[in-house]
């Protein structure tokens, strides 16, 4: 189907008073014409901005869905193992410590695959809006999982083998969906998030089989991330991450909602006030030391923050239920 990119813009671009939402089918088609590239730059950016000011509805988002499942790379359940654990690491920290390879690293000790993915780079990042000046670097977890040798999986296969050998892989974007990962740099040259950010949250190579970690940045969104969820039937473990990243806040544990088939089947509640005492944390933050905080975390030597040990319980729970059935999202 050929998109009136002008209508769309039209549509969506009007402000509170005057603007549609998108129907799922035209959202699919929209989105497809996105990731393969055919929107012209002029009117890419406007739509992007426009659906940023807006935000996106559920039919949006799941017509969106619909255009990326095809082309997302379709993995294979690791054999004879525990459903896999799919952690999507965008934000990187720099208010504090970056944990996800932590929560990564012990769940594959219990030995449950983990698929990581993220951007490309192993490096600590500074974002695209930060003035350099004015704001330390983030602190990716690729950079930190790099000092923990584990560097980024090169192929949908390579993915697969790792997850069998060593029940952990980093997966940069561009291997499980380059369409979406291309959208996703739009970022550097709008300096705001798009769409994409929110799919690159629900992203589903196992086709609704894998445990989904949906973390959240704001409070304020869980309410349309539940819509999303339930209307995708997905097996997800929502919070409202760490600085967006999906790990539980190491000093004052959130809200944990796991879903089945989009069902809430399973709620931790959020602590009423910061643990006391707190658990000791790295005293710096950048990925050399993180890594080996880590490696002494996972060596016993330095304690294991209890809201991550919740949070692991949760999904230890939900990777050892069986698999649904496959589906397109």
Not at 108 to 127: D, I, K, N, S, W
Request: hydrophobic fraction near 45%.
């Amino acid at each position: 189907m050929t998109v009136d990119y002008r209508a769309v813009i039209r549509n969506i671009g009007r402000g509170a008073g005057g603007l549609r939402d998108l129907d799922r089918a035209l959202a699919a088609d929209l989105y497809a014409a996105m990731l393969d590239g055919e929107v012209p730059d002029l009117e890419l950016g406007a739509i992007l901005i426009a659906m940023r000011m807006k935000g996106e509805s559920t039919d949006e988002a799941l017509g969106f869905l619909d255009a990326l499942a095809p082309r997302t790379a379709r993995l294979e359940l690791p054999p004879n193992l525990p459903r896999p654990v799919v952690l999507p690491s965008y934000n990187g920290t720099r208010r504090g410590p970056n944990l996800t390879a932590l929560l990564a690293l012990l769940l594959a000790r219990y030995g449950v695959p983990v698929l990581v993915h993220g951007h490309a780079a192993p490096a600590e990042t500074q974002t695209a809006e930060a003035d350099a000046a004015a704001r330390p670097a983030r602190v990716s977890t690729a950079a930190v999982l790099w000092e923990l040798g584990v560097e980024p999986a090169k192929s949908p296969r390579d993915i697969e083998e790792r997850l069998i050998k060593r029940r952990i892989a980093y997966a940069p974007t561009s291997v499980l969906s380059p369409g979406l990962a291309t959208l996703l740099a739009m970022r550097a040259r709008l300096g705001v998030r798009t769409p994409a950010h929110l799919l690159a949250r629900i992203i589903a190579p196992y086709r609704g089989q894998a445990v989904r970690v949906v973390s959240v940045a704001d409070p304020d969104d869980l309410p349309r991330m539940r819509s999303l969820v339930a209307a995708t039937t997905a097996d997800v473990l929502l919070l409202v991450g760490t600085e967006g990243e999906p790990f539980a806040d190491p000093l004052r544990c959130p809200r944990i909602e796991s879903y089945r088939q989009g069902v809430l089947v399973r709620t931790v509640e959020a602590d009423d006030a910061p643990i006391e005492p707190p658990s000791p944390l790295p005293g710096a933050w950048d990925a050399v030391s993180l890594g080996a905080w880590i490696e002494g975390a996972l060596a016993g030597s330095e304690p294991v923050p209890r809201p991550i040990l919740q949070q692991i319980g949760c999904l230890l729970e939900s990777a050892r239920e069986p698999a649904p059935a496959a589906q397109a999202a």
